[in-house]
């Protein structure tokens, strides 16, 4: 299980700091960290698996950084209720009136892109690319559908499960600062997945998610979220190119990226999904499977109170001794 670094920031397996108190964010009761603070990859939240205090839910749970805006992160996550798509992660639960910033959604065992390619070892295979692209182009496709920007696709936000991956982080880009405003090196974004004309502070739209897709593609595939052409794998040179281009027009729909990335693969007429196909067992590398069994038993396992503490109002983590 992860932990993050610093003294009053430390949660192990038990859900507790490192003097031994329980910590409590709202209703839920902290179990461990959900991304790896070695990770080099920027997060644009705080994230946690957490349990209810009657130990009946257990929950991803995500709080805005230190020093972010907490109306416009609360405000993303309200949208996020009601989104739609395959792969999205819609907020189930968010702190109510006077209490610090959280929200939170079901768990199931996930892992976070990067660590993904951490504990592949490298680069993830072409199947295990294919499928996820796949199924994130679906949901954008219906997110777009609904009027929407996601606003947030980066490697970090892409939390892979055994039956496909997760899209999180909703909103990151609207939240980070608001129009007008440059976002180019605020916390939290990756520099690599986050539009050249968002950076500038334009406007999120459509096709700068398509722009975010790329990238993280291209992070998947390769690493790295802008390689090189020739550090690409053949396959995705093309598509990838095509969704980093500078100019949004010149970028393809999503649609254009399912038929794309499914290589042909039939269309699962009953799902309606292309991506379903390509997610039948074995789409992801052993090591990543492994990965998730193994947080899922240390989860299970974890020890923690059946009775919630109070919420500090000043601090979203409080302490229960």
Request: charge should be negative; glycine fraction near 10%; proline fraction near 13%.
């Amino acid at each position: 299980m992860y932990t993050t670094g610093g003294a009053t920031d430390v949660v192990g397996a038990g859900g507790q700091d490192s003097a031994g108190r329980s910590r409590h964010v709202g209703p839920y009761v902290l179990i461990t960290p959900l991304d790896d603070p070695r990770a080099k990859t920027p997060v644009p939240e705080r994230r946690y698996i957490a349990r209810s205090a009657d130990g009946l839910h257990t929950v991803l749970l995500s709080l805005p950084l230190p020093g972010a805006d907490t109306q416009r992160f609360l405000t993303e996550a309200e949208t996020s209720r009601y989104l739609l798509g395959p792969c999205a992660a819609p907020a189930t639960a968010l702190a109510g009136p006077g209490e610090p910033a959280w929200y939170a959604c079901p768990y199931t065992p996930v892992v976070p892109l990067p660590t993904a390619l951490a504990v592949h070892g490298g680069p993830l295979p072409e199947r295990t690319v294919r499928a996820m692209g796949v199924a994130l182009a679906e949901t954008l496709a219906v997110l777009h559908g609904q009027g929407l920007t996601f606003a947030g696709v980066s490697p970090s936000a892409v939390l892979l499960t055994c039956d496909g991956p997760r899209l999180s982080c909703f909103g990151a880009v609207r939240a980070a600062a608001p129009d007008g405003i440059r976002r180019s090196g605020l916390p939290g974004l990756e520099a690599g997945s986050l539009p050249p004309e968002q950076a500038s502070g334009g406007r999120p739209r459509p096709l700068g998610d398509v722009y975010a897709l790329g990238a993280t593609l291209a992070y998947a595939a390769s690493g790295y979220t802008t390689p090189e052409r020739d550090e690409l794998p053949p396959p995705f040179r093309s598509v990838v190119s095509r969704c980093l281009s500078r100019d949004p027009s010149t970028r393809p729909q999503p649609a254009e990226l399912i038929d794309c990335l499914s290589g042909g693969v039939p269309t699962d007429t009953e799902a309606q999904n292309p991506s379903t196909p390509l997610r039948s067992p074995g789409w992801l590398p052993g090591r990543v499977v492994a990965a998730l069994a193994h947080q899922s038993a240390a989860v299970l396992m974890a020890d923690i109170p059946v009775e919630a503490g109070p919420t500090s109002p000043t601090d979203p983590i409080s302490h229960s001794d």
